[in-house]
């Protein structure tokens, strides 16, 4: 089977290849939005809904405007940002990876189809690498960012439920002792709920699992598309020996016939030579 040419670089690899990678990231990225994004977007409409204010409200301004509230609304914006981004990627990543199949599966090496076969091949694993790489790196510095401000949202939640907690105490002390205890156990319950929901809330113990998770595959991701990179750069660029790009190549299709050089090194060079004699004798 002829080899994939990648930016004009020939590889190892062939076009009818890529049948089960293509499956494992499919799946992979199904595993990401189910496992990482779905619970993490869950949590952030959560937060929304116990929140007084909007949804605006909630990723556009600080809750409080006290010193440790102060740009805390940034850590929720950014990290739905990276949410939506991540959801975007990883849907634009399946159908990539959905045409991949499709035309690694299509012709055979005794079809004159498999040229056309390798050039959708290599058209689409050249944007997979340039579009995935730029994606990928972007999504890690929206997660890193987005982690410098988690210390503020989380202090000003924190400080927020400390004053609220203090003042449900003083006013249970103001209430008058009339032996009723039906009212102190639903103030221990409410106290018990908010506890639970502080601590899984967004930016909790809770929520970092998926998020750590997700921005460490990340980071692999683009580790090992800078590797691709670096490996694709250290090869060498190939032409055909008239001078043309590879057969199948995205520039052999787009850039038509060529001029035949006239290098005495060229096997086409002898052969016009040869034709123009044949032609001068007869």
């Not at 959905?98 to 290599?122: A, D, K, L, N």
């Not at 190939?238 to 090194?265: C, E, H, K, T």
Request: aromatic share 10%; hydrophobic share 40%; with cysteine.
């Amino acid at each position: 089977m002829p080899a994939v040419y990648l930016f004009q670089r020939r590889t190892l690899l062939a076009s009818d290849d890529f049948h089960l990678p293509a499956i494992l990231t499919i799946l992979f990225r199904i595993f990401q939005l189910v496992a990482f994004v779905a619970p993490m977007m869950y949590q952030i409409f959560k937060d929304v809904q116990d929140s007084p204010g909007s949804f605006t409200d909630f990723v556009l301004f600080d809750p409080s405007q006290t010193g440790s509230c102060r740009r805390s609304h940034i850590f929720p914006l950014l990290a739905l940002i990276w949410l939506v981004g991540s959801i975007s990627f990883c849907i634009a990543s399946i159908a990539i990876e959905h045409r991949i199949f499709y035309w690694s599966g299509q012709g055979s090496p005794t079809m004159s189809g498999v040229e056309i076969r390798r050039h959708y091949i290599q058209k689409l694993l050249e944007s997979k690498l340039a579009f995935c790489t730029a994606a990928v790196m972007a999504l890690c510095v929206l997660s890193l960012t987005a982690t410098g401000f988690a210390s503020r949202y989380t202090q000003c939640h924190d400080d927020i439920t400390a004053a609220a907690t203090i003042s449900d105490d003083s006013l249970l002390e103001d209430q008058p002792q009339n032996g009723d205890d039906a009212s102190f156990d639903d103030d221990i319950m409410a106290d018990e709920t908010s506890s639970s929901t502080s601590n899984q809330r967004l930016g909790s113990a809770w929520w970092w699992l998926p998020y750590s998770m997700l921005t460490t595959t990340q980071i692999v991701e683009v580790l090992l598309s800078t590797m691709a990179a670096i490996l694709l750069c250290r090869l060498n660029r190939q032409v055909d020996f008239d001078g043309r790009p590879p057969v199948g190549s995205v520039d052999s299709i787009n850039s038509g016939p060529q001029p035949i050089p006239n290098s005495p090194s060229s096997e086409m060079y002898f052969y016009r030579r040869r034709t123009e004699a044949d032609l001068g004798q007869s």
